[in-house]
């Protein structure tokens, strides 16, 4: 009997010491590298850098948002990595070094190993992990790094003869004081990587942090595309204010680097999940109907920001059939109640006639993520793309390959998405896109063409003059105003670009004659024209009266800026002179100092011109226009 329980003791001793190492083995096999951009030793995914003139992660870099950062959070953690390079990289050899969140030197420039401490010898192990106090044995024996502050460092590399360099294994692992591997801290804005052929599939996959907090998991799944940036933004491939012409894929090189980009989960103790919004209120047509000829002004209630598309489904098909007469909507929408408006024209550019039944579909999403890259020779299997917080399942992928002649499908679908024939992507940015959140569908109905009721305004008189300013001051009388609502004013100062909206005034609905009067604070200099549309209170409108035109000798003012309080990085401003064929903008704080500048190219009017901040402290700055004799300063905050 003794000897029986003697057998069993030592048969459970042994199978605990197994579990114990099989345990021990797994979770402490963590690397942040090779193993998620090359799930098997056979595949393809080399990081790189000083390809084709790209900055990535170089010495010589100086801009942010092309370096390879990992994050600290105290300053008990250490930092493990090593490299092997590539045989086939131009350059022989390299160097490398890190610096600190101010950027100053902290591990000085030092040799990429060919073969000791940090260098790894083999693809197990790269996935094995840095080996620390002699485990896990499988791994190799890294360089060490103790930070002495916190935040997000650096790496960067240089190569002899100028020449790309590619990392056959990679790894940097980040560990607490314990010594025990944190995922989810090594992340780049713009990941430059190679297959080294362009046949060769790539196979890994990263983790995308949006400004709001959602996080998504994209699975490139044989994505064939030789050397190629991985980078995502709010977008797409531009950034003009239109969401639909923005997200569209199209030649050149347009990636726009924004979120962060990680190999893994990013650690949920420093960046948190998003909260989901909700629909507040149901999407509704403010006169509850659409009439012939008339534009129409939709609304809708959200608790936070996001994007919402209205698909108007017109040639029989369900759903959006890109070159057909159906019409997408798309509008970033804030916390609270928003319109937006539709012209009435259908997607050919024609009114639709009365009686056409319209299929009316909306989506309300949040955490918008687009994945531009640049030349992406084939992709035959397309993307995988999974949410995982705040949430979870596969997420629908849209694209817009139409100006390119390729396909469309802004509506979404599970599983792989996006596919392109070989050599389709040559020498373009083919841009795909997904929502970290999402509602389709949302209270889908129909409606039909009818015809339109004329309003009730009889307008007495529109004129104007140049006032003691030097702004033009509009004035104008009705006689009578049924169920009128407001005036919408409009200003023509281009005869190509058309009327443009101006401002607004409410009707006054008293008895008898009604007296109305408007300022132009932001005028141009030169020939302006105006009008008036009358709007009643179920959204119908007509425009009232002639077209008024005044001369104006000079504008108001140089340039405005918005939003006041700037939380992306990206200024929208608005010049209002004719002569300014170029501006330079210099970004300053309270102290006066210069922290950055940029010479743009105005778009005088109505239209924005964009100004790309690069990333500052949270503060009070002034942007400054140095004209000559004219030196205007328009105050903002950045958070």
């Given amino acids: 009997m003794m000897e029986l329980i003697q057998k069993i003791g030592f048969k459970v001793c042994f199978l605990m010491a197994c579990l114990f190492f099989i345990f021990w083995g797994t979770t402490h096999l963590q690397a942040e590298g090779t193993k998620q951009l090359m799930p098997a030793s056979s595949s393809y995914g080399y990081v790189q850098f000083n390809d084709v003139g790209r900055p990535f992660a170089l010495t010589t870099n100086t801009d942010s948002l092309y370096r390879l950062y990992f994050r600290i959070n105290s300053t008990t953690e250490k930092v493990y990595f090593g490299f092997k390079r590539l045989s086939s990289s131009t350059a022989t050899s390299g160097t490398f070094r890190i610096k600190n969140p101010a950027g100053s030197i902290v591990y000085t420039q030092t040799t990429i190993p060919t073969s000791g401490t940090g260098y790894i010898s083999t693809y197990a192990q790269a996935v ?25 460092f650096y790496i960067e590399f240089a190569s002899n003869s100028n020449g790309n360099f590619r990392f056959e294994l ?7 004081a314990s010594n025990t591997p944190i995922d989810g801290r090594l992340w780049a804005y713009a990941w430059d990587l190679s297959t080294a052929g362009g046949t060769n599939p790539f196979n890994g996959s990263f983790y995308v942090y949006t400004q709001e907090g959602y996080v998504s998991k994209v699975g490139m799944n044989g994505l064939q595309p030789y050397g190629f940036v991985v980078s995502c933004n709010n977008s797409g491939p531009r950034n003009t204010g239109d969401l639909v012409v923005d997200r569209q894929s199209i030649s050149g090189n347009s990636t726009r680097p924004q979120f962060k980009v990680f190999l893994n989960d990013p650690d949920n103790s420093i960046y948190p999940s998003a909260v989901a919004p909700s629909l507040t209120s149901p999407i509704a047509i403010a ?6 000829g008339q534009a129409v002004v939709f609304s809708a209630g959200v608790s936070a920001a996001g994007t919402i598309q209205i698909i108007l489904s017109m040639n029989g098909v369900s759903g959006y059939q890109a070159g057909s007469t159906d019409v997408i909507i798309a509008a970033n929408v804030v916390a609270g109640n928003n319109t937006f408006n539709w012209n009435g024209l259908n997607g050919l550019g024609n009114y639709p006639v009365v009686g056409t039944q319209i299929e009316i579909s909306t989506g309300f999403s949040s955490g918008i993520t687009h994945l531009p ?15 995982i917080r705040p949430g979870s399942g596969s997420a629908p992928i849209r694209w817009d390959d139409n100006v390119l002649g390729g396909t469309v499908n802004v509506s979404g679908g ?28 949302m209270d889908q109905f129909s409606m039909q063409v009818s015809e339109v009721t004329p309003l009730s305004v009889s307008l007495i008189d529109f004129s104007g003059f140049i006032n003691s300013t030097g702004n033009p001051f509009l004035v104008w009388t009705t006689a009578t105003e049924k169920d009128n609502a407001f005036f919408i004013i409009e200003r023509m100062d281009d005869t190509e670009q058309g009327f443009k909206y101006l401002g607004k005034t409410d009707a006054h609905h008293a008895q008898g004659l009604n007296k109305y009067a408007f300022e132009d604070l932001n ?8 009008r008036l ?10 425009k009232a009266g002639k077209v008024l035109h005044l001369k104006i000798e000079r504008a108001a003012k140089d340039f405005e ?34 922290v950055f500048s940029a010479d743009v190219f105005p778009e005088v009017g109505n239209e924005d011109t964009t100004l790309y901040l690069p990333p500052l402290p949270e503060g009070i700055y002034f942007a400054v226009s140095d004209q000559p004799e004219n030196v205007q300063v328009r105050k903002f905050i950045i958070r």
């Fill in 287 to 292: 006169s509850n109907a659409i009439s012939y």
């Fill in 414 to 441: 599970s599983g792989n998405g996006h596919t392109w024939a070989t050599n389709f992507g040559d020498a373009k940015t083919m841009n795909t896109w997904w929502n970290g959140y999402e509602v389709e569908n």
């Fill in 533 to 542: 549309i009358a709007v009643d209170f179920s959204g119908r409108h007509e």
């Fill in 561 to 594: 800026i918005y939003p006041s309080i700037c939380t992306d990085g990206i200024l929208k401003l608005r010049f209002f002179r004719q002569e300014m064929n170029s501006v330079h903008i210099s970004i300053r704080n309270t102290m006066g100092h210069e």
């Fill in 170 to 176: 990679f790894d940097i692992t980040v560990t607490n």
């Fill in 373 to 387: 890259i640049y030349d992406p020779e084939t992709n035959s299997s397309g993307f995988i793309v999974d949410r």
């Fill in 128 to 152: 094995a992990g840095p080996k620390i106090g002699g485990t896990p044995s499988t791994g190799y024996t890294p360089f060490t790094f103790t930070p002495a502050v916190t935040g997000d």
């Fill in 523 to 530: 005028a141009l200099k030169g020939d302006a024209y105006y």
